[in-house]
C-alpha cells in the first residue's frame, strides 16, 4: 500500500498532485515537453510509477491541470498588485513585472512549443489559458489607448507582440541582475508599444563584461543583453 502524505486521504490527494506539478515544472526547464516520459515525472516527485495514473490519465492531463493552477494563482497575483493603482501605464509595468515573474517561477518559458506537441484537444486548452491572461493585458492596453497614454492601434496584435517579447526572456537568479531585467524590459516594451520615452527611464547600464567571455556564454551571447538570460525557446500557446 503507497505511503500516505498528509493527515487525511484528501490531504494526500493534493499534496501528490502538487509534487507532480512541481515535478512537470522541473522537468519542463530541462527538456522539451515531448520528450517527458509519466514514469520520469513520478519518479521526479516521489510517487510510484502506477500510482500516478490514480491522479492523471496522461501526462498531457497533467500538463493541463498545471496550467489551470498556474494561470490561477497568476490572476490572483495580478489582482493584488493592480488592486489600488490607477495609473494605467503603472498598471502595464506591474503586468510585465508579474508576467515575468510568473514565468519564472514555473519555467514557463523555457518549454517548447506546447501546442506543435500535444493532441489538438489539449491544444485548444492551452489556447483558452493564453486567451484568458489575454485578456488582462488587453483591458489594460485598451484603457491606456483611450486615455491618450499610448497611440490606438489593433489590440489583439499588441497583446501578442508583448507576450512574445516576455515570454523570450528568463530572468537571472541574482536580485540585482533580476532587477535590473525587468526595468529594462519594462521600458522596451512601454516604449515599444508607444509611451512616452522619457516616462521610461532605462535603468543604468551594467558593468562591461568580463575581459575574455566567451562569445555563446550565458553573459556573453552575441545580441543579448547584460542582465537578460535568452530562453531556450519561448512558451508558445
Known sequence: MPKIIGSTLADHRELTRQHLFDALSELMAER????????????????????????????????LAFMNQTVAQFADLLTDALAGEDDVIERLRIYIRAHLEWTRRYHLPQTMNLRSEMSAQAGSHLRDHAHLVGRVLAGILQE??????????????????????????????????????????????????????????????????????????????????PGIVPSRAALSI
Not at 46 to 52: E, H, L, P, S
Not at 146 to 158: A, E, H, K, Y
Not at 191 to 211: D, K, M, V
Open 144 to 225: 491606456a489607448m483611450d486615455q491618450g497614454r499610448i497611440p490606438s492601434q489593433d489590440t489583439r496584435t499588441l497583446v501578442s507582440l508583448v507576450h512574445g517579447t516576455l515570454t523570450g526572456q528568463r530572468l537571472p537568479e541574482d536580485p540585482r541582475r533580476r532587477e535590473r531585467a525587468v526595468l529594462l524590459i519594462q521600458a522596451f516594451v512601454l516604449r515599444g508599444i508607444g509611451a512616452e520615452a522619457a516616462e521610461q527611464p532605462l535603468p543604468a547600464l551594467a558593468p562591461a563584461f568580463p575581459a575574455g567571455t566567451p562569445v555563446g556564454s550565458p553573459t556573453g551571447a552575441r545580441g543579448s543583453v
Open 32 to 63: 522539451p515537453f515531448d520528450s517527458l516520459t509519466m514514469s520520469e515525472i513520478a519518479q521526479r516527485a516521489g510517487v510510484g510509477r502506477t500510482a500516478v495514473y490514480n491522479h492523471f490519465a496522461d501526462k498531457e492531463s497533467l500538463l
